[in-house]
């Protein structure tokens, strides 16, 4: 019943910008942590963000200072805005609930080409 939808992926070219969301429905969004995570091929799952219901945030250190993760508990939305894109964040990334995660979505490709 708990289903989490990921948009927003695409091809962009580095230096550039995306932003991603996820809506969930099936929980109750504004008590929930949510996630990001991204995995590239042939590498494992990396957790690339967290924002707790009250939007304390944490990151990981290959992303700190250019993604930034954001909530909208009024629209079940979670949001990664993705600033000077590398070549190394091509992943498909994926949101889930709660933390540590028990769901997912189906994840969204991002495609940074150099």
């Known amino acids: 019943q708990v289903q989490l939808v990921e948009s927003g992926g695409g091809l962009v070219q580095a230096g550039g910008s995306l932003s991603l969301s996820c809506t969930a429905s099936?929980?109750?969004?504004?008590?929930?942590?949510m996630v990001w995570y991204r995995q590239a091929p042939g590498k494992q799952r990396e957790l690339v963000a967290t924002?707790?219901?009250?939007?304390?945030?944490n990151y990981a250190d290959s992303v700190k200072g250019r993604f930034t993760i954001s909530r909208d508990n009024a629209k079940n939305t979670v949001y990664l805005r993705m600033n000077s894109l590398k070549p190394e964040d091509t992943a498909v990334y994926y949101c889930?609930?709660?933390?540590?995660?028990?769901?997912w979505g189906q994840g969204t490709q991002v495609t940074v080409s150099s």
């Open positions: 889930a609930a709660p933390w540590p995660p028990t769901y």
């Open positions: 099936g929980i109750i969004f504004s008590t929930d942590a």
């Open positions: 924002i707790t219901r009250g939007g304390s945030t």
